[in-house]
C-alpha cells in the first residue's frame, strides 16, 4: 500500500507541479500521484500519493514518524513564504480506482456531517482552518485534545466520502 498525505488547505492558485516540486524539495520521496479536491470555493485539500517514502533524508523520516503518531507537521515553503499542513492520509484508495489529477466534487456534503465546532473561527485567512480552530478560543491541554481527534474524525469522514462518491 502507499504512502499518502492529506493536505487540508492549499490556495486556489497552487497547481500540481508546484505541489510536485516543493514536495520533491523536501525530499520526502517519490510522488506517484496528486489529487486537488476543488469543491471550496477560498482553498483546495490535497492527497499526495508517494510511491516510496525517503527512508535516506532525516528530515522525511522525522515527518513520517510525526504522521504516523497523528501529529500534523507544517512544511515551510520557502517560494511561497508560507507553511503547508500536513496530515497522515487515514483514508484508503480503493485499487480499482482510477488516479486523478483533479477531482471536482462534493459540492454538497451530506447533513450527517456537522460543524466540526460552534465556537466562534478567526478569519485570518493567511492561517489554516485547522489552526484557525485550535487558536479561537483558549481551552486546557484535554480540551485541545478533544477537538484535534474531533478534526481528525471529520477529515477521515470526508475522505472516505470522496473516495466512496468519485466512482
Not at 532525516?58 to 515551510?76: E, S, V
Not at 517560494?79 to 459540492?107: E, Q, R, V
Not at 482552518?129 to 478560543?137: A, V, Y
Request: net charge positive; proline share 7%.
Amino acid at each position: 500500500m502507499r504512502y499518502s498525505i492529506f493536505i487540508p488547505v492549499l490556495p486556489k492558485n497552487i497547481t500540481i507541479d508546484t505541489i510536485r516540486t516543493e514536495l520533491t524539495l523536501h525530499g520526502l520521496g517519490e510522488i506517484v500521484s496528486v489529487d486537488i479536491i476543488t469543491s471550496k470555493p477560498k482553498h483546495n485539500y490535497v492527497f499526495v500519493y508517494f510511491n516510496n517514502w525517503n527512508q535516506l533524508n532525516f528530515n522525511a523520516i522525522h515527518i513520517r514518524q510525526q504522521l504516523d503518531t497523528n501529529i500534523p507537521c507544517n512544511l515551510y515553503i520557502p517560494s511561497l513564504s508560507t507553511f503547508w499542513k500536513i496530515l497522515k492520509n487515514k483514508s484508503t484508495h480503493p485499487k480499482n480506482m482510477p488516479i486523478l489529477d483533479t477531482i471536482s466534487i462534493l459540492d454538497n456534503i451530506p447533513t450527517s456531517i456537522k460543524p466540526i465546532s460552534k465556537l466562534p473561527v478567526s478569519t485570518d485567512l493567511s492561517v489554516s482552518l485547522f489552526d484557525r480552530i485550535m487558536k479561537s478560543q483558549p481551552s486546557t491541554k484535554s480540551d485541545n485534545d478533544v477537538r484535534m481527534n474531533e478534526i481528525e474524525s471529520r477529515l477521515t469522514k470526508l475522505e472516505n466520502y470522496i473516495y466512496k462518491h468519485i466512482s
